[in-house]
């Protein structure tokens, strides 16, 4: 079975190739947390407009602490909208991520055709 040997350029670019490929699982984790994050965020506040009474409780971290309902409303509001600006931000960031990648793979690509093309007229 013939080794297959790659240039030094080429090897600087597979590195770089894995680096944004392992970035953009990073960001995809990172946006799939926030995702889940916003749905429960929608839910509670679901619940919170479904109920009658003033008087509601939160958890914070093992025990519960009272609160009102426009209080806690505002409060998960806030943190909803955090999170939609840092899911816009992981979106840019995956956006360039994508397009570094696909830069790098084209020139990945082009070495090894011009590797390919110096083997068959050398040998």
Avoid: C, W
Avoid at 10 to 28: C, D, G, H, S
């Amino acid at each position: 079975m013939a080794e297959i040997k790659i240039s030094p350029e080429a090897q600087k670019i597979l590195i770089e190739l894995q680096t944004f490929q392992q970035q953009m699982q990073t960001v995809l984790i990172q946006k799939e947390g926030l995702n889940m994050q916003n749905m429960e965020i929608d839910k509670a506040l679901e619940e919170l407009n479904k109920t009658k009474h003033d008087d509601v409780y939160k958890a914070v971290g093992p025990i519960l602490i009272k609160s009102t309902k426009n209080e806690l409303s505002k409060e998960l509001s806030e943190k909803k909208e955090t999170i939609e600006l840092r899911l816009k931000s992981l979106q840019k960031q995956e956006n360039r991520v994508k397009e570094r990648l696909k830069e790098s793979q084209e020139k990945f690509e082009e070495i090894l055709k011009k590797q390919e093309g110096s083997k068959t007229t050398a040998g």
